[in-house]
């Protein structure tokens, strides 16, 4: 039976409300790549403007290139290698728990950073796991209050555009009692008016 449940979970189509990542086995490829991409980038713009700065003058531009060249693989895959990583015990803990909530992403983000520190010590890894851990309750917490905030907004809005047709109703039905009110007004003042008239014709 869990079995069964994780394996319908995983293959539940991306872009729904429920996963609006990737399915848990594309998932880890997808995050490897955008995080190579994301390293790569990052690492050249980096190495850019740090060859550009260390250069003498005169081959500023030819030391910055080469620096991207020597460093920019380097970041990408390390970027890459810590997410792939981190997909991987976001999806373990998703198949272990059976559910998909942000303690999935704090666990794996601790366990990625301790993982990848294993060679220095363990102090060094639990360091790496608190930052990993501390980092990613952050960017969740992050991304909670920011759904909140979209969500209150979108409230709002449907709240304004649903009071608008009553406003203009109230704002209708205003006018055409003011016009009543005057109208009348206009009616009793052409009356006593043709009154007057038939008055002065009969003398």
């Known amino acids: 039976m869990m079995e069964d449940s994780f ?10 409300p429920e996963t609006p990542r990737e399915p848990c086995p594309d998932r880890i490829l997808d995050d490897a790549g955008g995080a ?6 990052g690492g050249s713009a980096f190495h850019l403007l740090k060859g550009i700065y260390n ?11 080469q620096a991207v060249r020597m460093n920019a693989h380097r970041i990408g895959g390390s970027f890459a290698v810590w997410g792939g990583l981190y997909s991987t015990f976001d999806c373990t803990m998703m198949y272990v728990r059976q559910k998909e909530d942000p303690w999935n992403s704090i666990i794996a983000g601790a366990t990625a950073g301790g993982f990848l520190a294993m060679r220095q010590g363990l102090t060094t890894v639990a360091r790496a796991a608190a930052f990993g851990g501390i980092l990613l309750a952050l960017l969740e917490g992050a991304g909670i209050a920011l759904n909140k905030l979209m969500a209150q907004v979108q409230a709002q809005n449907m709240h304004m555009d649903e009071g608008m047709p ?5 704002g209708s039905s205003s006018s055409s009692w003011l016009g009543g009110v005057f109208g009348k007004k206009n009616e009793e003042v052409k009356k006593s008016s043709g009154s007057k008239t038939e008055v002065l014709e009969s003398f």
């Open 55 to 65: 250069s003498p003058n005169g081959s500023r531009f030819i030391g910055g290139t």
């Open 7 to 16: 394996s319908r979970q995983m293959l539940k189509p991306a872009g729904t």
């Open 36 to 41: 190579f991409v994301m390293g790569a980038v």
């Open 166 to 170: 009553e406003n203009q109703n109230t």
